[in-house]
């Protein structure tokens, strides 16, 4: 066992070719990847109708579970909706006219919607009462 055993022995060169091997691999992946062909591009749209087909089922399990439902839950559900709605046209509304006189005070009042993510809470409602609605659209 010399110094140089390394270099002439058998599992050195298993691995030294494991190691080649391992590289050329992902060095051709990665130029495999660098072009975006067509059937590449086709499998990615049918996966992503896969995917929109599923969201939508989903969606219409949870729409059917809650269409007859009229606890206070599905009330409330509804009111919150609603509030949700009329506080974000309201502030659409209040910011386009306060801006028009006084772009300070509009900016404020845009960080405090902003605070209060009124944004998302916006497109949570949207996305929950009219979500199948635009799947089932952007499907056909």
Do not use: C
Request: proline content about 1%; hydrophobic content about 50%.
């Amino acid at each position: 066992m010399g110094f140089f055993s390394w270099i002439t022995g058998a599992k050195s060169v298993d691995k030294t070719l494991d190691i080649i091997d391992k590289s050329s691999d992902g060095i051709m992946k990665g130029l495999d990847k660098v072009w975006y062909t067509k059937e590449e591009k086709a499998e990615n749209f049918v996966k992503r109708l896969e995917i929109a087909e599923q969201m939508s089922k989903t969606h219409i399990e949870l729409m059917k579970a809650t269409a007859d439902e009229n606890t206070t839950r599905s009330i409330t559900r509804r009111v919150t909706a609603i509030v949700i709605l009329i506080l974000t046209v309201l502030s659409v509304v209040t910011l386009w006219i306060v801006g028009k006189f006084d772009p300070e005070w509009a900016e404020w009042m845009l960080e405090v919607v902003e605070y209060f993510q009124l944004g998302w809470a916006f497109i949570a409602v949207v996305v929950y009462f009219f979500g199948n609605h635009m799947i089932t659209r952007f499907k056909k």
